[in-house]
């Protein structure tokens, strides 16, 4: 059994594993692991999204935690990079954020940060999960006077305000008309403020969050909720976070939505005008389209490429001390300013770019011309491992070998959900469509 996928632990809230209970053996077993004897160190930090269910993980997080000494410091609704860089500012041994980032609110998860800020090892969770599931064995239990304390911390949305601004050189954004979109999540308050705090004019909607209605037909998964805005409203952009604003997605001025790689080749492209795009590199995933590499070559920039997966990113960045990479799903990672995507510093240094070179956002993402493109995610009922999948293998050779470099293919299983995700890319838009076509049916065949 294995509770750690690629994002930490998720699933149907009130089903295993999100359950109170696995939620207060994950609050022991952070403290078992990530117990520190210095000063100071046995705090954990724990955020949340706007999840009804946020509440019953948090009450039992606490529990364990405080059960097992540690000091717990509660946030509230928070985006999750906050969580991360207050874990780190904090000088918390770790920091646990509940959410299932753009997954409806039906379902949660609780994922854990280390206390640079970044997200912990495989080794580490793997410990932890053994922890959780009583594969280890457990201390014996402390006495009452050595029980931790939780408090709230009713300042830490200014500080991350703070030094969310900050990154950006607060730089002023008046005469800037901007529509923002919190999908209901964590960002509903805190992202509109920061904006306006910096003089832009912002026109919100989704910033009023239920428990139930969290991503629910707005923000990142529905960009198309911001055009119509920006449009109406006659502004410049707009911006969408998903559930946690760990990552964004914009529109441009003409309310269409701009695609993650064309923000991914105008940030490199202005950080290494500005030269501070280290070693002349983009990291970036497999889902990448094949233009970005075109536009890249054309700028003296290096592509760096991953699995996928923001934290596939993080990894190459700081293994070869690069500064910026991310995902077309738009987890952008600026790695000078933030240990993880981070949706809200990222709309940011985009607007920053937009007013440094006077220019529109559809003007700077003209510097990519993307390869027409095919995704879609397929539910499965189980993940067999492609390879033994005989047609679908031979399906995808014989696409290798006509599509040549004129396109790609790309079929993996989805790391949070039961689906599989079939992505084609070709310089004709029909071969697009036939070969999905061709794929989905193998897939129907030998799957169901």
Known sequence: MKLFGTDGIRGRANEFPI????????????????????????????????????????????????STGMDVFMVGPLPTPAVAHLTQSMGATAGIMIT?????????????????????????????????????????PLAPRQIGKAHRIDDARGRYIEYAKHTANNIPLHGLKVVVDCGHGAAYFIAPLIFK?????????????????????????HPENAGEWVRRCDADLGVSFDGDADRVIFTDANGHTVSGDSILALCAIGLHEQGKLKHDTLVATVMSNLG???????????????????????????KNGYSFGGENSGHLIFADHATTGDGIISALQVMRMMRERNSTLAQL???????????????????????????????????????????RHLIRYSGTENKIRVLVEHRQLEECHLWIHKFTAAIREEIG
């Open 19 to 66: 359950t109170a209970e696995v939620a207060l053996r994950m609050g022991k077993a952070v403290a078992n692991v990530l117990h520190s004897s210095g000063p100071n160190r046995n705090r954990v930090l724990i955020g949340k999204d706007t999840r009804i269910s946020g509440y019953m993980l948090e009450t039992a997080l606490t529990s364990g935690l405080v």
């Open 100 to 140: 299932a980032s753009h997954n409806p609110y039906e379902d949660n998860g609780m994922k854990i940060f280390g206390p640079d800020g970044y997200k912990l090892t495989d080794e580490l969770e793997n410990l932890i999960e053994r922890h959780i599931l009583g594969q280890e064995p457990e201390p014996p």
């Open 197 to 221: 705090e910096l003089g832009a004019e912002v026109i919100t909607t989704g910033i009023q969050p239920d428990g139930l209605n969290i991503n629910s037909e707005c923000g990142a998964l």
């Open 292 to 318: 970005l590499k075109e536009a890249m070559n054309q700028h003296g920039i290096k592509l760096e490429i991953t699995a996928v997966g923001d934290r596939h990113v993080i990894e190459c960045i700081r």
């Open 365 to 407: 993402a003209a510097v990519l011309n993307e390869y027409p493109t095919q995704l879609v995610n397929i539910p499965v009922a189980s993940t067999p491992p492609i390879q033994s999948l005989p047609k679908l293998s031979q399906l995808m050779r014989k696409a290798t070998t006509e599509f040549g470099s004129n396109g």
